[in-house]
């Protein structure tokens, strides 16, 4: 199988996250949409947790 060219290149990627962690943001990500849009999104709350902290599968697998 043949290699995929990437969506998008790494360099473009580290200058959207180096700008949101510049800019104050704790977290961002870029989302490559089907149809050819990026998105990038950044957030002031670091990674979203459930509420209690816990992983939503704890209870499922005790």
Known sequence: MANKTSQIKQNDAKR???AAIDAGFDAARIIYHPDGRLE???TFEGSQK???GENSWDDVLK
């Open 50 to 52: 459930p509420a209690g």
């Open 16 to 18: 959207i996250f180096r």
């Open 40 to 42: 990038a999104l950044a």
